[in-house]
T-cell receptor
Framework: QQPVQSPQAVILREGEDAVINCSSS?????VHWYRQKHGEAPVFLMI?????EQKGHEKISASFNEKKQQSSLYLTASQLSYSGTYFC??????????FGSGTKLNVKP | DAGVIQSPRHEVTEMGQEVTLRCKPI?????LFWYRQTMMRGLELLIY????????DSGMPEDRFSAKMPNASFSTLKIQPSEPRDSAVYFC??????????FGPGTRLTVL
């Protein structure tokens, strides 16, 4: 089951914060976050495992709520380089992988 | 490390022709994934291998699609016969012990 991401798009000014949510209808083993810039391949940001979370970058962090089957990505003091489409990827207990439909983030000067 | 290598980077073919996409995963990685990305459908997992064995091919659209992984350093995705609706960017990704997937640059396929 494809996870649901929200919002679908965000426009920010440099320095503003954003939160991107990812929720699943199934119990999750792990959640991955990726960023994809136009015309490029997705690039790994971080992985959150059941029973814990990992902080991938200084100003980009994430949480994983196992009970609610959802994860949130936090972008703090956004920079122009943060622009792109953010995908969450989920893995369930049967090792099935699904990607969300993506959240387009546009950071303006 | 060279990362995941895909070839060709671009492929333009005519409907009905056979298309073969190639992928070399990162050395030491034991899982390999084939994805398709379109504007309409987003990122779709087609098939993934673990230790060269296909684990989940439920995402393969139909019998026209087939994938092989004859050894740990090479995989192919074949479409025969190709159709215009197969036009997409096809990504290969590999992962090791940490489950982090590293994507190749993709192959942009256009079927006329």
């Amino acid at each position: 089951q494809q996870p649901v991401q929200s919002p679908q798009a965000v426009i920010l000014r440099e320095g503003e914060d954003a939160v991107i949510n990812c929720s699943s209808s199934k119990a999750l083993y792990s959640v991955h976050w990726y960023r994809q810039k136009h015309g490029e391949a997705p690039v790994f940001l971080m992985i959150l495992l059941k029973g814990g979370e990992q902080k991938g970058h200084e100003k980009i962090s994430a949480s994983f709520n196992e009970k609610k089957q959802q994860s949130s990505l936090y972008l703090t003091a956004s920079q122009l380089s943060y622009s792109g489409t953010y995908f969450c990827g989920t893995e369930d207990s049967f090792n099935k992988f699904y990607f969300g439909s993506g959240t387009k983030l546009n950071v303006k000067p | 490390d060279a990362g995941v290598i895909q070839s060709p980077r671009h492929e333009v073919t005519e409907m009905g022709q056979e298309v073969t996409l190639r992928c070399k995963p990162i050395s030491g990685h034991n899982s390999l994934f084939w994805y398709r990305q379109t504007m309409m459908r987003g990122l779709e997992l087609l098939i993934y291998f673990n230790n060269n064995v296909p684990i989940d091919d439920s995402g393969m659209p139909e019998d026209r699609f087939s994938a092989k992984m004859p050894n740990a350093s090479f995989s192919t995705l074949k479409i025969q016969p190709s159709e215009p609706r197969d036009s997409a960017v096809y990504f290969c990704a590999s992962s090791g012990l940490t489950d982090t997937q590293y994507f190749g640059p993709g192959t942009r396929l256009t079927v006329l």
